[in-house]
């Protein structure tokens, strides 16, 4: 059972208190977590102390009165005004740091197209029935994102920590002042990456399967393969949607049928092939970029032998099973190196790439496509080197094995002869 901390922005005292009151008097999660409730009347403050201390979830009244009279606004009403400072506190606040907000106002018009809960919530107070408010605030705790935020900061605190005390203060006299501040900045930065990387300790709860399924050590859960949302520019491995309009040349993982009659209008999956350097603005030199097709894997003959069930609800044969085992790793019988696997990770599918459905595409027509995600390290680089290989691979008549284990038991007799 953990505590949460909480701050009540209101201009209002006495609902700041009853606030207080209310969310500290009873469980703010199913789990029955309890929570302590910082107030303050001045939405100018909030903003510092949240510089100052870190809260878990943030509860923001809109408009202040005292203001709003001052400045002859109505206390009501459904414009934005000068002294809808909690608006303007939101705003600071989203740009600075993520924490759950709640507003709780008797303007909740003013805010009913920020609403997204568990992110950001908006309960009246005019609302007769006050367990609106404490039902938003175990929205918001019951998401387990203030943990997973709260997990996050205090793994990132404690690499700094380690980084500053272990080893710049212990080396500190081999560094030459401001000379080596970009040094010791990169090298927190990488360490912070590798720490996260490898897969922090402290979020380990967070990391096991949704499935429940066991992650072992020498193992990685499909979502370590991708960068989600995708990289900020163009890069290699990055998964798209683009509608081809040249004819389709496969209907279900292979390009041995041919090519269709009709023509593709429907944006299919793709990855990017081209190099990154050759997609970096500003000095870009792709004009086209290379993609290779990436079919669903719900419609190869694999799966559709492997998910077939009858009646009575039977698990696939053994040789589906392994049918399905080799397309996933990459060893498709007969075609070694000609297919690649990508999990389905967030709303990306299974898919397989076909490195034989490879087309080039102007930059100009291309960059306007969605992308879903980028493929990350070492596994971008895994996809290009498998694409090598298949392109560079060279046929050669099968070696007759027979005649070479004849020769050896032929030179085995001729041995046991001589030694007799």
């Excluded at 272990?166 to 560094?175: A, D, G, I, S």
């Excluded at 603005?281 to 290779?292: C, F, H, L, P, T």
Aim: proline share 5%; hydrophobic share 35%; net charge negative.
């Amino acid at each position: 059972m953990k505590t949460w901390n909480i701050l009540a922005v209101d201009d209002d005292k006495e609902s700041a208190a009853s606030i207080k009151d209310l969310l500290e008097r009873r469980p703010v999660s199913s789990r029955g977590d309890q929570c302590k409730v910082a107030t303050t009347n001045d939405f100018n403050s909030a903003l510092r102390i949240l510089e100052k201390e870190q809260y878990d979830l943030l509860i923001l009244d809109i408009r202040d009165q005292g203001m709003a009279a001052s400045q002859g606004i109505s206390p009501d009403g459904d414009a934005v005004t000068a002294a809808d400072l909690g608006l303007t506190a939101y705003a600071e606040v989203t740009q600075r740091r993520f924490v759950p907000i709640v507003f709780h106002t008797a303007l909740p018009d003013l805010a009913s197209d920020l609403e997204a809960p568990p992110f950001t919530t908006v309960v009246s107070k005019l609302d007769p029935d006050e367990a609106r408010i404490r039902s938003a605030v175990i929205e918001a705790f019951d998401s387990g994102l203030p943990e997973l935020n709260r997990a996050l900061i205090r793994h990132v605190e404690s690499i700094h920590r380690e980084f500053m005390s272990e080893f710049v203060q212990k080396n500190w006299n081999t560094f030459d002042g401001k000379r080596h501040q970009g040094d010791l900045a990169h090298l927190l930065v990488r360490r912070l990456a590798m720490s996260l990387t490898e897969g922090a300790p402290v979020l380990f709860p967070y990391l096991e399967s949704s499935e429940n399924h066991q992650i072992h050590d020498d193992k990685v859960h499909p979502m370590r393969m991708y960068l989600l949302p995708p990289a900020d520019s163009w890069t290699t491995g990055d998964i798209l949607q683009y509608a081809d309009h040249r004819p389709d040349r496969s209907t279900e993982g292979g390009a041995e049928d041919g090519p269709s009659e009709t023509q593709e209008s429907v944006a299919q999956y793709w990855v990017t092939l081209t190099p990154a350097c050759d997609l970096v603005e500003g000095r870009r030199k792709a004009d086209y970029v290379v993609m290779a097709r990436c079919l669903p894997l719900e419609e190869t003959p694999e799966y559709l032998k492997w998910s077939s069930r009858n009646g009575n609800g039977d698990t696939a044969t053994i040789a589906a099973q392994k049918s399905m085992q080799k397309l996933i790793a990459n060893n498709r019988e007969g075609q070694r190196d000609r297919y690649f696997f990508l999990p389905a990770a967030w709303d990306l599918p299974n898919l397989i790439v076909d490195f034989q459905q490879v087309i080039h595409v102007e930059y100009e027509n291309v960059q306007n496509s969605p992308r879903l995600g980028t493929l990350d390290s070492p596994y971008s680089q895994s996809l290009i080197s498998q694409f090598t290989r298949y392109l560079g691979r060279m046929g050669t008549p099968d070696l007759s094995i027979e005649t070479v284990i004849q020769r050896l038991e032929s030179s085995l007799t001729t041995q046991v002869s001589g030694d007799d």
